[in-house]
DNA sequence: CGATCTTACGGGATTCGTAAACATA
DNA sequence: TATGTTTACGAATCCCGTAAGATCG
């Protein structure tokens, strides 16, 4: 014979009421059942809780003594099992995410608030970092989500795109091909360029474009940010190419967007995570809101 | 459906071993019982605790916060089960009396050393104090078990009488009466008498006796307490009359008892509880020695 | 194939509710 | 007698174990 939870909650019940007419009502039980799971409670813990001596129950010390913890371990369970239903529920929550600055700048605001009201009470966390960190971010657990382009390694992490980005030249609104629909690299060697600094994955792709379109402008100089290199073309310095993520961006700056040809840069966009079932119930919300959105 | 305290301990024995097979030895149930339970419980949070993909089973983010919880929750409650448990089995527990001086002098010692023996876990507080004292101390619940003379007014309180006291004369050892086998009080008026301050229960029936018995002695003096009253005596200041329950007492001090006659002095000696059936589960087994032992 | 988890189903234990008996003011 | 608790018993529910099915290495 082993003490139960109901037993627990008929106890506490009972002692409150002194009555096992009252506390039945209470429990939604009849009156016998829980003179039943009295005794049985009892006899579990090995003692009498209640005096029966007249009509109405009053605590042994033992039983006194027992309330306290009772009711201690039933607001403890009650509120442990809360805590999970609400996370569950999404009514409670961490969301992390790790987000390659390009995305975290020019769509994620707009996602996640969506998200945020929808989901008011989950709290969230960005890590806007480069597509390395990101994809360590996500392999280290510290992010649940990665927004990132699709790796060439996925290092046992699982990638689904949910987009294609076109990389784009961005010229100053006064240069004399602001006009064009687009412009090919070659075009583009006639200007200055100012690149993303060596290591990072987009001048490994606008690198990979320059060798295979035989460009043969001048590397003027490199930034770690976008949003640098996009100040340094509006100060005339010269031109870049920039993944379209960052049209908004550019645009916001003054800037001329052009489509990119010869050859055409494009990367899948998409959410990188540790394994796909072992994210929380918040990820996966926002994991779907971000492949249902595209 | 509402989470049970055996998915409880089925749920942490199934994300230690992170596997069904092994918990289900540990928890001497079949694996299908546990994956029913598992799974009920998961219905009952709302959500899943373990990723099922491959055939091994993994804790979701949700599963590792509850684990935590869930942990916590079964140690405090076989905890607090337990230490009931040892309560009911006089393994733990207090034991809180409130003795007459005479008692407590005289025979509570052996009494309760053999308590003691027989429950080593069991802290003893006694309170020494006068007899209106310890039918306070019990009204008022300090003490679960008063040990005194039965009160003339039990005021709601219940009295179990367990022997009978009669009143002895101690004098000194030199007294020409100190070979008697017994006396009367007309005998010992002779000598001055030293008595029990007024108000105690002890001086009242001195005082009464001496009524009835037309002492004409000379009280020389009162004390508080009986071991003063046996040292004046010893001193030889004059004679007085004690519970019997101070024999060894007065024998200690080197005076001789007598009998009393004419009239018998004799009180009930028992034990005073709130109601019989209220106390601790070592407060009877103390009561139940008590009684026995007489 | 072998190991593991899941599903299906029958048997057994537990628990509940109704009805009757019991105790007390 | 009225109120409230306990006991008795039939019924419903829940839980477990065996057996069969499914999945992956």
New binding site residues.
Partial sequence: MTA?L?QLRAFTAVARTR???QASALL??????L??????LEEALGGALFN?D????ALTPEGREFLDRAEQLLHNWDQSVDAIQQRFRLERGQLNLAVIPAFALNRLPDLLARFHGQHPDINIVIEDIVMERVQRAVREGRAEIGITFRPDDLGGLEFMGFGRDRFIAVIPATHPLAGRESVTWRELSREPFIAMNRGSAVRRWTDGAMAESGYEGRLLCEANQLSTIGQLVRAGMGVSVVPELCRPQMDGYGLCSLTLRAPVVEQEVGALVRRRGAISASADAFLEMLTAAG
Same sequence: chains 1, 2.
Wanted: hydrophobic share 35%; charged share 20%; no cysteine.
């Fill in positions: 139960t109901k009555s096992l007419a939604h039980i009849s009156q016998p059942a003179s039943v799971a009295i005794r049985n029966r007249s009509r109405q129950l």
